[in-house]
């Protein structure tokens, strides 16, 4: 017998629900938490203005009626804060802690053919056997860090976003470089420009931002607690996992130009990532895109009042939307402060950090403090950190050319190992929460399923597999994603292979199919 029924890899929103949730249905479940506290990303994230881009009251658990009825979400979009303290309390209300091991990274594991267990080994090397693998390691969670000659000279301080010290740091006065401009740079920029002396940022591309209008929710949490129910089953059957109210037709079909703009103007004042379901067809057709970024464009140049600075910070390069878009708070109006100074790397690129800064073009700019907000190795990257095996094969090899897997929730060849929104699964493209709920239960009912039956072993079938890869590239092929060089696609590591990694088909298309797939007594996978 195997010294656990699973091993869960990591304490985030995915290993905290898949633990109690095992718990419940009485197998003997271990978390392994690289990090010294529970929640992961809303652990590791916690640099100036760090705030979830999906409303807090759907970025947060709907397993447990008492606990979404007792919690009190302040604002419409959380910060890091309150979203730490939300995953303490879970781990805590559940009584979750006493199967968690912190400070503990997993490094290898290898499957046994004939016990039907993994062997995981940690970072100390202690040895723990398990039936089951679930990898809950989070798509954004191995930070990219690029390789620029001469860090190690810079006599200044350098702080990446990823792992911000806990303690925080006095940026007052300070001539701030920020380097990289996704929604950690640009949370980050707009939170310490009011204290910083001078604040320059290097971007290499421009982001599409829209505004979070975020409030208080104190006063209407009570009214939107009285719908939670309806809410959830409607972010279930969403296409992102979050209820974007009067989905348009396809564009154009019932609108004329006054109208097309109205709907624009009202999505993008009423703020947030619903902007981009505008139109159903907005990543498919590039009429409706083109639009929706025209209108964008002409929103950000309304708020930056140097001509020259607007176009700067205006994408041009690719379709709204194909990237991760942003959601801002008063991002655009800290280019209007006299100390702020963007630059290009484009025009003037990173030549190397030198002792008192950085080397930008033939220009040495001096800094007392350089931040990094690169991003990361989306979806695979921490997979990819850990040596994975089953007889000759590695995971990682098998992943050399992209990612292979049935529904993003096995790997042919990998028996017994699950990931919760592993690549070709919505994820990314989704609210989270709704995901990683569906997963984690999707799991937990699976490893029911073998109990119930006398087995101990499931793996995804070669063929449908297959079926699955083609399935993702396919639908990614009929949308504009491929277009841009995001994370979404590989694009920003380098050397990675170039691949979608999420699932385009939408939450609500890829839940029909996985139920249907559960159904027919889990069609696709080889159980014994
Ligand atoms: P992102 O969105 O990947 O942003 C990283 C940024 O860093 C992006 O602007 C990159 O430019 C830039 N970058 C990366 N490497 C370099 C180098 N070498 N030189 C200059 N600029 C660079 O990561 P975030 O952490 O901001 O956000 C991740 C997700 O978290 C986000 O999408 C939300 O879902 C929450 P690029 O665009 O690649 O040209």
Not at 52 to 57: H, K, P, R
Not at 198 to 223: D, G, H, K, M, W
Not at 481 to 489: D, G, K, R
Request: charged residues 25%.
């Amino acid at each position: 017998m195997p010294d656990r029924d699973a091993i869960i890899i990591g304490a985030g929103f995915s290993g905290l629900y898949q633990l109690h949730k095992l718990r419940e249905l009485g197998f003997d479940a271990h978390v392994i938490e690289a990090g010294p506290e529970v929640g992961g990303t809303w652990y590791w994230n916690r640099y100036p203005g760090a705030r979830c881009d999906i409303e807090s009251i759907g970025y947060s658990y709907s397993f447990d009626s008492d606990l979404q009825q007792s919690w009190n979400w302040t604002e419409r979009y959380s910060a890091q804060p309150e979203l730490l303290a939300y995953l303490k309390h879970v781990a805590d209300r559940f009584d979750l802690r006493r199967d968690i091991s912190f400070n503990t990274r997993v490094a290898s594991m290898v499957f046994d053919d004939v016990s039907n267990e993994w062997t995981v080994t940690t970072d100390s090397g202690e040895q723990i056997t398990a039936r089951f693998v679930i990898a809950a390691t989070g798509c954004l969670s191995k930070p990219l860090i690029p390789t620029f000659e001469g860090l190690e000279d810079f006599a200044g301080d350098v702080y990446w976003t990823w792992d911000w010290p806990e303690e925080g740091v006095d940026l007052s006065g300070k001539r701030v470089a920020v380097i990289g401009t996704g929604s950690s740079g640009l949370q980050t920029i707009t939170a310490i420009a009011p204290d910083v002396g001078e604040l320059t940022v290097f971007q290499r591309t421009p982001c599409y931002a829209v505004p979070a209008q975020n409030r208080s929710i104190v006063e209407e949490l009570a009214e939107l607690k009285t719908h939670y129910d309806e809410f959830r089953e409607e972010s279930r059957n969403s296409v992102g996992g979050f209820p974007c109210d009067d989905e348009l037709p396809p564009f154009f079909e019932d609108l004329d130009d006054a109208g097309i703009r109205g709907e624009l103007e009202r999505r993008w004042d009423d703020g947030g990532l619903c902007y981009q379901q505008s139109f159903r067809d907005l990543l498919q057709s590039k009429e409706a895109n083109d639009r929706a970024a025209e209108y964008a464009r002409g929103r950000i140049k309304l708020k930056v009042h140097n001509p020259a600075v607007a176009e700067m910070l205006t994408p041009r390069s690719y379709p709204i939307a194909a990237k991760r878009m942003c959601v801002d708070t008063g991002y655009y109006e800290v280019y209007n402060q006299p100390n702020v100074t963007l630059i290009d790397v484009n025009d003037h690129p990173i030549r190397r950090m030198t002792e008192h800064g950085i080397l930008s073009g033939d220009d040495e700019l001096e800094f007392d403090v350089i931040i990094l907000a690169t991003g990361f190795d989306a979806m695979t990257g921490a997979l990819d950190a850990i040596d994975i095996r089953h007889g000759e094969q590695t995971l990682r090899d098998k992943w050399a050319d992209g990612p292979r897997t049935y529904l993003g929730l096995m790997s042919a060849g990998f028996p017994n190992l699950f990931t919760v929104t592993g690549p070709q699964s919505p994820s990314v493209l989704s609210n989270m929460l709704t995901s990683i709920e569906y997963h984690v239960e999707w799991i937990s009912a699976a490893m029911a399923h073998l109990r119930d039956h006398g087995c101990t072993r499931i793996d995804a079938e070669v063929a449908a597999e297959d079926n699955w890869v083609n399935t993702t590239n396919d639908a990614a092929d009929m949308t504009l994603l491929p277009e841009a060089a995001s994370w979404y696609m590989g694009a920003n590591v380098p050397g990675k292979r170039r691949a979608v990694l999420p699932f385009v088909g939408g939450v609500d298309v890829y839940k029909q199919i996985g139920d249907g797939i559960a159904i027919s007594n889990y069609h696709g996978f080889d159980i014994s």
